[in-house]
């Protein structure tokens, strides 16, 4: 497929991307759906590293700015979303910055929590139809993710070659409530003609005053009428609605205060009218109907429950003493097969009638009903408990692509059509050019296609000092896109001719491709290969770097790079405590490295810089919440709080594990060793803040900004 042919937009990046310096042209293609590559006339190529950055080298190149490594949880855009305030929204009319509902672990209990939207971005993937046994539905590409009673689990296995991971069965079960029934029979009611009346007929028989009544005045005796109908309620919400819903169908009412506020009571507002046409006309909206609608009945249900309904998370109930408001209350939950039973009147002939089944049956209500007071349908705060039938009953790959949606969320999860979700983590990037830290990072980005050019003439000047070049420091080089561009072997080649040495650091396989340039560069100038791989569990991988190559892929690229005669070293960063710094771990992983061909293996603790430091902390909260206290500890500076590296105490402990497991696997100190200006195995392990780590892409921020 030929760019060229591809679709270009000018605007498609909007305002944000108004003041980049040398956009040429903005480009979409169905090869990267969902991506745009903004591609620019850099001015420079070589990016110096500022003089107080603790970097083992001054210059750099990025070819590109984002990465295409990006994860994609994602779900159709019909999935319905959990909202703050109990409502369900569709997952395409989700926008960052809205409330929705996400998780969090309290000791062993988990529980529904209020959290913001960070991001939200679109893809076109293979998609598969998870169909649970009460009936839920759930369209979402292969690789998403939703929490099983025995942990998170993928949709879809892996593809051949890709390693292991968890996946869904018909032996797993699904956390959460769910829908009971397919998305598309799980609508919102229409505000129709017939839901207004059956609202107004719910509320006004429930809570409503009508009087219509002759009186003789006291001073004469003579006859005089009083018409007069009024709400009053506490809730605005629902007396808005019903004012709103009058006012439609052409009753005007005022809207007075009908009690003031006090410490001990709230404020009430009342709407109000007196004139006989609008008594009238009140009277016909709120008679019961011959025929019923399905429309009406919601209505009213919705109606009836803000003027008498109570939920206090456990149960559901309409209470009067009206048999006709009783009996219409069950016809209605009958007709929309939400299940119920009639609770005993009391002493004051009171009866309720109550909804059964848990929260699958409430949410159900919730969102075919819809009524109006919002703080009677909240969530957070009440424990995740799992009523219905949530068993998988099948996955089924649909055999096409479909058009994906997904969101980013502070807590790492979110409620879709009503189980517990996944999502992705956003970088914390793009900043610098007004470009959102997540989406962005991922679907705009920014290519320099005249970087070879352009370094060409910064090499050739009398200034250049030849010193040591180092490529991926920010974004991996090799990331799929450059499969289209090929910026790289332009990059090489200037770096060879002009007696540069370099050095490359990818997790991409793509740079097999470049292995005969490679070695022919070698011939003229110091190169320096190396491949990031610091976690051998796929699974884990999977979770820290989603997208990226998995083990066995960098390990095959390992061994491509040592059997063209290279040396290939590894940078084993970051490792993560307690979940990749066992001696187990780092044995299998030095092992494997060492049976790949790889030259030496650096490794060091994971980094917690502000802004990646955020994210990971979430992901860590969701996915391992006991080890929060520990990395706490671990990474608590003199003051208090958080500081950037592990204490010098776990870093000493590393080093020696590493060291250990080096001497088992053969890996010698050389005298040649180098590695970006580097001059001994030592150096290149030892400080551990002075390394940069280029792996956790989900959470790195990048060291300096690419300058065009």
């Known amino acids: 497929m ?131 046994e009460d009936g839920t539905e759930l369209i979402a590409s292969g690789n998403h993710r939703f929490l099983t009673e025995r942990g998170w689990k993928h949709v879809a296995p892996p593809a051949p070659g890709e390693g292991q991971r968890p996946y869904l069965t018909t032996n797993n079960s699904l956390m959460g409530f769910g829908l009971g029934c397919a998305t598309e029979k799980y609508q919102y009611p229409a505000p129709s003609a017939q839901y207004r009346r059956g609202y107004l007929t719910g509320m006004i028989r429930g809570d409503g005053m009508l009087i219509d009544r002759t009186y ?104 009067n003493s009206d048999e006709e408001i009783l009996q219409h209350t069950e016809a209605a939950l009958k007709s929309l097969d939400i299940p119920h039973i009639r609770e005993p009147a009391n002493d004051k002939g009171v009866a309720s009638v109550r909804v059964t089944g848990g929260a699958t049956s409430y949410r159900r209500f919730f969102h075919l ?113 450059e499969g289209r561009y090929r910026l790289m072997p332009g990059i090489i080649q200037a770096l060879a001719d002009s007696g540069t040495p370099f050095s490359i650091l990818t997790k991409g396989p793509l740079l097999k491709r470049d292995l005969p340039l490679l070695k022919e560069a070698a011939k003229k100038v110091p190169v320096s290969v190396a491949v990031s791989l610091a976690i051998m569990d796929t699974e884990l991988q999977q979770m820290v770097e989603p997208g990226t190559p998995d083990s066995r892929a960098r390990l095959s690229l390992i061994k491509a790079i040592t059997d063209a005669g290279l040396e290939c070293n590894v940078l084993a960063m ?53 080890l929060v206290p520990k990395y706490r500890r671990l990474y608590r500076g003199k003051n208090g709080q958080f500081t950037t590296y592990a204490s010098a105490e776990y870093k000493k402990w590393l080093g020696q594990q590493a060291a250990q497991a080096r001497r088992r696997h053969g890996f010698i100190k050389r005298e040649d060793f180098t590695w970006r200006g580097r001059t001994s195995p030592e150096q290149a392990d030892a400080p551990n803040e002075a390394v940069h780590q280029p792996t956790l892409e989900a959470f790195a921020t990048p060291a300096q900004p690419a300058l065009f």
């Open 2 to 132: 030929r760019w060229e042919t591809q679709k270009l937009h000018d605007d498609v990046a909007g305002p944000a991307l108004l003041p980049m310096a040398g956009l040429v042209r903005s480009v979409q293609t169905p090869e990267f759906d969902g991506v745009t590559f903004h591609e620019v006339a850099a001015k420079t190529a070589l990016n110096k590293v500022p003089s107080q950055s603790n970097m083992p080298f001054r210059w750099t190149i990025n070819p590109m700015r984002g990465c295409l490594h990006q994860c994609r949880y994602c779900l159709s855009p019909d999935t319905l979303i959990m909202m703050a305030d109990g409502r369900q929204r569709r997952l395409d009319e989700i926008r960052v910055g809205d409330k929705i509902i996400g998780t969090h672990l309290s000791g062993r209990y988990r529980y529904y929590t209020e959290t913001e939207v960070n991001v939200v971005w679109r893809t076109r993937k293979p998609a598969y139809r998870v169909t649970l």
């Open 216 to 319: 003789d005045r006291k001073s004469n005796g003579k006859p005089y009428r009083v018409t007069i109908f009024r709400l009053a309620l506490t809730d605005s919400d629902a007396l808005t609605r019903t004012q709103e819903y009058l006012t439609q169908e052409n009753v005007h009412t005022s809207l007075k205060p009908f009690v003031t506020g006090r410490a001990s009571r709230k404020p009430m507002n009342m709407i109000v009218t007196s004139t006989r046409d609008n008594y009238a006309r009140i009277l016909q909206l709120i008679s019961w109907p011959t025929s019923v609608a399905d429309e009406w009945e919601a209505g009213f249900l919705a109606g009836i429950f803000d003027a008498e309904g109570s939920f206090s998370g456990s149960a559901l109930r309409v209470s």
């Open 369 to 481: 009903v819809n009524p109006a007071i919002s703080r009677k349908l909240k969530m957070a705060g009440r424990a995740v408990k799992t009523f219905s039938n949530l068993k998988v009953s099948s996955v089924e790959a649909l055999g096409q692509e479909q058009s994906l949606v997904d969101i980013t969320t502070g807590t790492g999860d979110f409620i879709a059509n009503g189980v517990i979700s996944h999502n992705c983590f956003a970088r914390k990037t793009h900043e610098y050019l007004d470009l959102d830290a997540g989406k962005d990072f991922d679907s705009q980005i920014v290519v320099k296609t005249n970087v070879a050019d352009v370094l060409r003439a910064e090499l050739a000047k009398p200034s250049w000092g030849h010193e040591h070049v180092a490529l991926g420091t920010n974004t991996d080089p090799y990331q799929r896109a």
């Open 574 to 626: 970051p490792i993560l405590p307690w979940l990749t710094d066992s001696a187990t771990h780092l044995d299998s992983l030095h092992g494997a490295l060492a049976e790949a061909g790889a030259s030496w293996v650096s490794t060091g603790a994971l980094h917690l810089r502000p802004g990646a430091r955020e994210w990971f902390m979430q992901w860590l909260q969701a996915e391992f919440p006991k």
